[in-house]
């Protein structure tokens, strides 16, 4: 009777330690996982920031309706420099306001009129041309892609609170790796201290 509680309690033990062991194991792994997740994430949000700009394309947020609904607010539009002359009727296009507002503009060509030097535009949600036609001089380039609401993220990313979340997203997966790290190696020294008992 005797010794056979004592084998159920080397059992009980054997099972604790496994137990122990996979507890360790999991919690390293969840850490690792949560960690890489939050890297991905960052990652991705800033690739379509950033890797076209090293492609030579210009990246803006279009906070007016005037494009609707090819091009809604809150997108972010794709601009490649390029000469005014090769603009063609139904391209969209960027260009600077005339009116000295500093403000950059994505509307629709009308009509290029390459003997005055000048780009009709229309914005699609507008019922009528746009008042004053693009000099050469304003124009900027072409709208070659637009993704609907990566524009309001880049809006929050440029702010204090977009650049601290950012940094504690970074900051959070570092940490996570870490930890992540930390428990694998304690968990590998418990399992080489059993298998030499």
Do not use: W
Request: hydrophobic letters at 45%; charged letters at 20%; one cysteine or more.
């Amino acid at each position: 009777m005797f010794f056979g509680q004592a084998s159920v309690l080397v059992q009980d033990m054997g099972k604790k330690k496994k137990e122990k062991r996979g507890a360790l194991a999991g919690c390293a792994r969840v850490c690792k996982i949560f960690g890489t997740v939050c890297l991905v994430a960052v990652i991705l949000v800033c690739l379509p920031l950033t890797l076209p700009r090293v492609f030579g394309y210009e990246i803006y947020t279009v906070i007016s309706g005037s494009m609707e609904p090819a091009i809604p607010v809150g997108s972010l539009v794709y601009v490649q420099p390029g000469a005014p002359e090769d603009a063609e009727t139904d391209d969209v296009i960027a260009f600077h306001s005339s009116m000295d507002t500093g403000a950059i503009i994505t509307h629709r060509v009308i009509k290029n009129d390459i003997v005055t030097g000048q780009i009709h535009t229309k914005g699609d949600a507008n019922e009528k041309e746009d008042l004053y036609p693009v000099g050469y001089d304003y124009y900027m380039g072409k709208v070659v892609y637009s993704v609907p609401v990566l524009g309001r993220v880049l809006a929050f990313f440029v702010t204090f609170h977009g650049k601290i979340a950012a940094g504690s997203l970074i900051g959070l997966a570092i940490l996570l790796q870490i930890i992540g790290g930390i428990l694998e190696s304690a968990n590998e020294k418990k399992q080489a201290k059993i298998s030499q008992k």
